[in-house]
Every structure is written in structure tokens, then in C-alpha cells.
């Protein structure tokens, strides 16, 4: 088999390109960073800007989960692209006794159907059409899910929390590299009124990087969410504008209503985790249970490494060999296997073998394990926990987008790890305003592309993550946290943006840090890796060319790419805090 070697694919915002190698966000080249050492408290965040906010509302007294709401209310204004609060997040929380997961994902309108993103013909539509529409958005979670945890683990007036967001968006921020980057490869932003008068020039061309930007309609937005709360978002004036946008959208107009946002409500689950052996101890890797499936891949896919005779490999001139990178894909593609036929939102979908540990069970990966082998499987079949045949068809393949990562551990002994997105780069395209004479708004989600567009198979059989009225889509971000098993100690908080590949960014970087004892920016700064079930795709430009041909010559087609991660990670070691930030976005990690 040929080995598909594609030179300097950078891709652009939108996921186009070769398959299994769509990336949500473009690359805008690489930063090295320092590594970063704390002994009480730190902020790990996808933006310097965002990272000082957290760092700031610590150092004023504030908790973890307070500093995560400045932080998330800083990237709405600075990372527009990747998350903000027409958005939604997953958040795991641990107080030093107790973890709790809560699920701020987007719903669908009451109004939608299965056949939300099928054309007249009865095909799905191409989708980035799907993405660019008033169909695509769902109802934001973002904000009243923050503001029930904070209802919790609060220390900070809820308002104080904003300060820092609304007095940059007064004063303005200047433009990064990556943000004019992404702003210039974007094609269909500008397509908005309202967003083509904020972020671009009148003829056309995105404001240069350094170029103060202002938007104070956010800062307006936001003073009202500080002094109500979410209510300022979900009832009222700003509600309406979101209808309002949703459904005049010229082209394919979605069906979002005020009794949506007005009835929306987070949800606290209970976290997925699972044992690892690592070091002479077991710990306890716990993530996001469905809709999320990252912990569950995650789970599977180190499982299932732990049990080839290559999971424990050293690494080899400070990179995973051939071999090491075989029984990892092998891993990967049972693991996706399974993600495809079993996994949606728990209140619309039953779990396998009636609960959704079936497919972490020792025995069951025991016999998933046996299907690896010295060569690539020819096909990768999904398994059957419990021994039960599932009715459910599998979800065809389909893009996955956006997101941004926080990892927060705080002076009283609390520690969040956070992902939350808007989905595609820049969302669904669409910015709000109440206020036409004033600069700026937020922008909207595109979440529900998250769900797959063709609902049932050729047999009829319908797919879990179908789209149903209020329906959470499913998701691969996975947001992290690790415990020393006998003692309970918090190890590890860590996560990253990338779409589907979100769940090969983490699990490399957990890996890296647990198995191969790396320093987190160590382990963040690997080169990228993975597999969505079919080619192999390595990092441009990363790894040496025997390691490709050693991988053909097991029987894997390889592509190479820009993998553009942005992990954050906060590793607890030696009595202090350590702290990686990825170089190929701008995060930094701050503290005390």
C-alpha cells in the first residue's frame, strides 16, 4: 500500500481537505515555550490576556471555578474564533473531595427534526453550507452552566468576575498573529454585517496584528450578565437579538426561539473514569461522560495500548517509534469504531450493556486488544459490550471542529479542567447585537453540525447522534483530571481545542506524562499524531522518513499535516505546580 505523503497541508478554518486530515482551525506557525513552574496556584489558558485574567481574580481571593469565568468571558473577546459565551463547555470540577462534571453543551430547538441537515433530494447538505446558517445553532450553555457552578464554588461576587473582559472590550485589545491569521483565511465571515464591520477593514482586508480592537457591544453584553446573570442572555432584549439573527438568516434560517434559551438548563453528570497503571501506582483518569466521548476513547485507547506488548515503549531519540505508533493507531481505530455506533446524548441514548463503563470493562477490552496484531486490521469493526448486538447504525464519518482548553488549580485545594467551544472556527458565522450604532457583539455557535446529518443508514436503523428537539450533539472534547487512586491526590489537569483529534491531543499528552514521566510542556510539545479510523495522519514535517516507511510497510496509508493541538497542562509534581502550554497556538500558563 502506497503511503500518502502530503507536503505542507496547512488547512484552513472550515476543516477542508484531505480526509482525516480537516483541522478546525488554521495553523499560524510555531512558539516555543518555556515550561512554567508554580507552587500554589495556577492558570493554564488559550490566551496571555485570558491566563493574566485568571491569574488576577486568584490573586484577589477568587477560587479556580471563579477564575475559569474570567478567563472564559476574556477568550469570548480575544479568542473569538475558538469559544465564548454564544458557545457551550464542558467543566470538571474537583473541590479536594468531591468531582463533579458539569454540561454546558448546546441543545437543539424544539422546532428542529432529523432531517434538520438533509436537502429536498433527501442528501446531506455539504457542510459548510450546513455550518454557515441559521440551522446550525444551537442554544448557548456556556454562561448558565458557569453560573451554576459558581453558585457552588464561588468565592468572588459573580459580577467581579467580568471585570477584567468588559474593561478590555472597553479600552480594546491589540489583534494577535493568530487571530489576523485566522481572520485573513476566512472566507465567509465577512458575509456577516455585523461581524464584516468589526473585524474587517472597508476594503475587505481583516485589521492588521497589533491593530487595537474595541467592541462595545460585549462590554455592554457583559455588564448586564454580571449584574443579572444568565438571565441577560437567555430572556429579554439580547435573547431576542439571538432569535432574531438566528432566524433572518438570509439563505437556510434556523427555527431557534425564545422558549429555547429561555428554558435551557445545564446538567451535572457523573464523571467517567477509569484505572491506569503508570509508574509503580494505579491512578484514576477521570473525564467527560457522554454526550462527551473523549473519556471514553481516551479510556479505550490507553486500555487497549496498556495491553499490546509495545504500550510501555520508551521513547526513541525523544519521539514515538514505528512500532509504538502501529499499536497506538490499531488502538485508536477500535476505539472510534466503538464511538461511532454507540455514543450520544444519555437522555435520548441507552448505553451499551445499560451503562457506558461497559466499554472500559477489563474483559471486553481484553478481547478488543486481540485484535491487534504486527499489521494493520483490515476493517475495524465496533464491539459488543456485554455481548449484545446493537441496533443503533453507525455514524458515518463527518467533520469535527473548534474549541479552547483551561486547567485551573487553586490555593484552597479546587481544580477544574474546562474545554469549551463555539464548534467551527469563528462558529456559524453570525454575530449578535442589540445594538446596531455600536461596534462588536459575540458570536453564535455552530454546535449542531455536531450531530450527524444523515440520520438513518440504507436499512433505516437510526444513528445515536441523531438530531432530536433538545438533544445535546455529541462531543470529543475531554476535559481531564487525574488522581493518585490510593491517596486521592489531584496529579493532573490537562485537555486541548482540535475537533475529533482532540481525543488523540489529550490521550498524547496524558500518555506522555504518566508512561514516558515527561514534563507537561514536554509532553504537549511531541509532535501530533492519529487516526479518525482511517489514514494515519503524522505531523508535517516531525517525524523521520524510516518511521514512515517502517508504518507503510505494516500495511497503514500515512498523510502528514499541520495537527494544530493548543494543549494546556498542569502536572503536580515534587510539591509544585508544573505548567505546559502549546507552542503551536498562544497559551500561557500564570500563577503564584
Known sequence: ???????????????????????????????????????????????????????????????????????????????????????????????????????????????????????????????????????????????????????????????????????????????????????????????????????????????????????????????????????????GPLAQAIVDKVRRHPRHPGTLGLDDLKGYRPREREAICHDHAAALRVLRICGFPPPG????????????????????????????????????????????????????????????????????????????????????????????????????APMPDQAEHGTSHISIVDGFGNALAMTTTIESAFGSRLMVTTDPGRSGGFLLNNQLTDFSFAPRDAQGRPVANRVEPGKRPRSSMSPTLVFDKASGELLMSTGSPGGAFIIHYTAKVLHGVLQWRLTPQAAVDLPNFGTLGGPLVLEQGRFPQATLQALQQRGHTVQQGELTSGAQALVRRNRAWLGGADPRREGVVAGD
Open 1 to 235: 500500500m502506497a503511503v500518502g505523503l502530503l507536503a505542507g497541508c496547512a488547512l484552513p478554518p472550515g476543516g477542508v481537505g484531505p480526509p482525516g486530515l480537516a483541522q478546525p482551525e488554521a495553523a499560524s506557525g510555531r512558539t516555543a515555550k518555556p515550561g512554567w513552574t508554580l507552587q500554589r496556584q495556577a492558570v493554564a489558558a488559550a490566551n496571555p490576556l485570558a491566563t493574566e485574567a485568571g491569574a488576577h481574580i486568584l490573586r484577589a481571593g477568587g477560587s479556580a471555578l471563579d477564575a475559569a469565568v474570567a478567563v472564559q468571558m476574556v477568550l469570548t473577546l480575544v479568542e473569538p474564533q475558538s469559544s465564548g459565551i454564544g458557545g457551550g463547555a464542558f467543566l470538571l470540577h474537583h473541590d479536594g473531595r468531591t468531582l463533579q462534571a458539569f454540561d454546558g453543551r448546546e441543545t437543539a430547538p424544539a422546532a428542529v427534526d432529523e432531517r434538520l441537515f438533509l436537502n429536498e433530494q433527501g442528501e446531506p447538505m455539504p457542510f459548510m453550507q450546513a455550518v454557515n446558517s441559521g440551522r446550525s445553532v444551537g442554544v448557548p450553555g456556556t454562561v448558565m452552566m458557569l453560573a451554576l457552578a459558581h453558585r457552588q464554588h464561588g468565592r468572588l461576587p459573580w459580577a467581579r468576575l467580568f471585570e477584567p473582559a468588559i474593561a478590555l472590550a472597553e479600552q480594546g485589545f491589540s489583534i494577535s498573529p493568530r487571530l489576523h491569521t485566522l481572520l485573513a483565511a476566512d472566507a465567509t465571515l465577512k458575509t456577516d454585517p455585523v461581524a464584516a464591520r468589526y473585524f474587517y477593514r472597508a476594503d475587505g482586508q481583516p485589521h492588521p496584528a497589533g491593530h487595537r480592537l474595541r467592541n462595545p457591544e460585549l462590554a455592554q453584553v457583559l455588564r448586564n450578565i454580571a449584574a443579572t446573570g444568565p438571565v441577560a442572555l437567555h430572556e
Open 293 to 392: 466521548s473523549g473519556a471514553l476513547a481516551i479510556g479505550q485507547i490507553l486500555g487497549l495500548l496498556a495491553r499490546t506488548p509495545q504500550g510501555t515503549s520508551p521513547l526513541i531519540d525523544g519521539l514515538p517509534d514505528a512500532d509504538w505508533l502501529h499499536s497506538y493507531n490499531e488502538a485508536s481505530r477500535l476505539a472510534f469504531a466503538d464511538r461511532a455506533q454507540y455514543l450520544g446524548d444519555p437522555d435520548f441514548v441507552a448505553p451499551p450493556a445499560g451503562r457506558w463503563t461497559s466499554l472500559l470493562d477489563a474483559p471486553y477490552l481484553d478481547d478488543r486488544a486481540r485484535l491487534i496484531s504486527g499489521t494493520r486490521m483490515p476493517a475495524a469493526p465496533a464491539g459488543q459490550p456485554g455481548g449484545l448486538r446493537s441496533s443503533w
